[in-house]
């Protein structure tokens, strides 16, 4: 197959269809090219998280750019333009995602287009395994109940995704100034100009973290009090409370989103957050 949009050859191997979810097996020559055209062609807004099998492969895509091996992932958005690159012809398993999926479960999937942050090595294993015998089991015939298997796909790479590790994004103003290796004060001068304080700002991160967690484990196996703790809040009370106001949902409830998307909206009105928060620096 080859799509005009797309410069330099990706020769599909094999096309499965799972419901919302399609896998697409291919080999691509050296030098992969989503044209500014092929972007402005696609109606249905929707991610690719790409595997190389056999080869590394170098990305570039929004200015974030990038290496990664064969077995290893990386998100990107089939809304940009994008750029993929191997020293030799690269097979690439690549699952394109509905961007509702992804973001009904993700409160900040964005934030991970172009391996902007390390992923957790267990579960990228556990998630390029579950991809490849997908697809191994229905290349030839598709399963009983696509529409399932293809929402339990979705959860599981929203969790894989969710596992990454943010760095900075989750540390105090303190850690945050340490690490970009700049001043405290020129740090807060840089959020005066938008009316956003840093605390703010960490908080928001903070609670969208939790959002996640949170959406990715319906079944409860992780507490509550322990995702409050693990994101930096010192009391579970506080945290609900906060995260209520935010969301307009309590921390509950937004277990709820992976078992049943649609009835909980994606998008809130932004509720201002409070300063002055006691999470843990």
């Known amino acids: 197959m080859h799509n005009p949009g797309i410069r330099n050859r990706l020769m599909t191997q094999r096309q499965i269809r799972i419901g919302r979810l399609f896998l697409d097996l291919a080999v691509s020559e050296r030098r992969l090219v989503c044209s500014r055209e092929r972007v ?13 099998l056999n080869e590394r492969i170098n990305y570039e895509q929004a200015g974030c750019y ?9 998100l990107l958005s089939q809304m940009e333009f994008y750029e993929i690159s191997s020293e030799a012809d690269a097979l690439l398993l690549m699952a ?4 509702t999926e992804l973001r009904e479960r993700l409160a900040s999937v964005d934030d991970h287009i172009g391996r902007r942050f390390g992923a957790n090595e267990e579960m990228t294993r556990l998630l390029v395994d579950l991809l490849r015998r997908v697809a191994d089991l229905f290349a030839d015939c598709p399963p009983p109940n696509g529409e399932a298997l293809a929402t339990e796909i979705f959860s599981f790479v929203a969790l894989a995704i969710g596992a990454e590790d943010r760095g900075s994004a989750l540390d105090s103003p303190k850690k945050i100034a340490a690490n970009s290796r700049i001043s405290l004060s020129y740090l807060y001068s ?42 930096g809040f010192k009391s579970a009370s506080h945290f609900s409370r906060t995260f209520t106001r935010h969301f307009h949902m309590a921390p509950s409830d937004a277990r709820q989103v992976a078992r049943a998307p649609a009835a909980i909206p994606l998008t809130k009105e932004p509720t201002e957050v409070t300063a002055g928060c006691d999470f843990q620096a």
Request: charged share 20%; aromatic share 8%; hydrophobic share 40%.
């Open 66 to 74: 990038g290496t990664i091996e064969a077995g290893e992932y990386v």
């Open 40 to 52: 402005t062609s696609i109606r249905d807004p929707s991610y690719m998280l790409v595997v190389p």
């Open 190 to 231: 840089l959020f005066n100009d938008d009316g956003t304080t840093v605390s703010q700002f960490v908080q928001v991160k903070r609670l969208q973290r939790a959002y996640e967690l949170l959406v990715a484990d319906p079944t409860g196996r992780i507490t509550i009090s322990e995702i409050a703790y693990r994101i």
């Open 96 to 99: 394109r995602i509905p961007a």
